[in-house]
């Protein structure tokens, strides 16, 4: 009875968020466990019976998890936020400062789940402010200036205008991502 005991408590303690992975992995808003069995919790369950969670981000968070036990270490104390995927354009979010300590990987990091999935990946942070959002959104276009038009019912919207080079994906495309992620209505210019 023993021997059944201790896997018995290991899976209710994975169920509970408490402990299978260690403290250095990855963070996303589901428990690794869920994750790599693909079984869900009852708490996971009703993240993404809510939409809090979509099935793009499970199968992110999941790539990523696999890349980072195959040697991208780099991804340790990274935090997933959230995904965005608009046609084939793929939108990763991470928390501010992780980009940072992604650093030089980013660009392998992008490639290899650019090779899984087939869609242009790119990556920003989510908990900055606006601008810095939209700066790293149009990379590698430069952001000239931002104003809000306020509109007859009400509604904002956002007159971005950029100089330099294209953005990494098609503008309207991009806006869609901004409108998704940060409920932004954009409306998207290039310097004359």
Same mark, same amino acid.
């Given at each position: 009875?023993?021997?059944?005991?201790?896997?018995?408590?290991?899976?209710?303690?994975?169920?509970?968020?408490?402990?299978?992975?260690?403290?250095?992995?990855?963070?996303?808003?589901?428990?690794?466990?869920?994750?790599?069995?693909?079984?869900?919790?009852?708490?996971?369950?009703?993240?993404?019976?809510?939409?809090?969670?979509?099935?793009?981000?499970?199968?992110?968070?999941?790539?990523?998890?696999?890349?980072?036990?195959?040697?991208?270490?780099?991804?340790?104390?990274? *935090? %997933?936020?959230? &995904? /965005?995927?608009?046609?084939?354009? @793929?939108? $990763?979010?991470?928390?501010?400062?992780?980009?940072?300590?992604?650093?030089?990987?980013?660009?392998?990091?992008?490639?290899?789940?650019?090779?899984?999935?087939?869609?242009?990946?790119?990556?920003?942070?989510?908990?900055?402010?606006?601008?810095?959002?939209?700066?790293?959104?149009?990379?590698?276009?430069?952001?000239?200036?931002?104003?809000?038009?306020?509109?007859?019912?009400?509604?904002?919207?956002?007159?971005?205008?950029?100089?330099?080079?294209?953005?990494?994906?098609?503008?309207? *495309? %991009?806006?869609? &991502? /901004?409108?998704?992620?940060?409920? @932004?209505? $954009?409306?998207?210019?290039f310097e004359r």
């Open positions: 009875m023993g021997e059944v005991r201790a896997p018995l408590d290991m899976l209710i303690s994975a169920l509970s968020h408490e402990a299978v992975a260690g403290e250095e992995d990855l963070e996303t808003k589901l428990c690794h466990f869920c994750l790599k069995t693909g079984v869900l919790c009852p708490r996971c369950e009703e993240k993404v019976r809510s939409g809090e969670v979509s099935q793009s981000y499970i199968g992110v968070a999941r790539l990523l998890l696999d890349l980072e036990d195959k040697g991208f270490t780099a991804l340790q104390d990274a *935090t %997933l936020m959230d &995904v /965005a995927e608009i046609g084939d354009v @793929l939108v $990763l979010v991470f928390k501010r400062g992780d980009l940072t300590r992604l650093g030089p990987t980013r660009g392998r990091l992008a490639r290899a789940l650019e090779g899984e999935l087939g869609k242009r990946v790119h990556m920003v942070e989510g908990d900055v402010d606006e601008r810095t959002f939209l700066e790293q959104l149009f990379a590698p276009a430069t952001l000239v200036t931002i104003n809000r038009i306020w509109l007859p019912d009400d509604s904002v919207e956002i007159k971005v205008i950029l100089r330099g080079r294209r953005p990494w994906a098609d503008v309207r *495309t %991009l806006a869609e &991502v /901004a409108r998704e992620l940060r409920n @932004l209505s $954009l409306r998207v210019e």
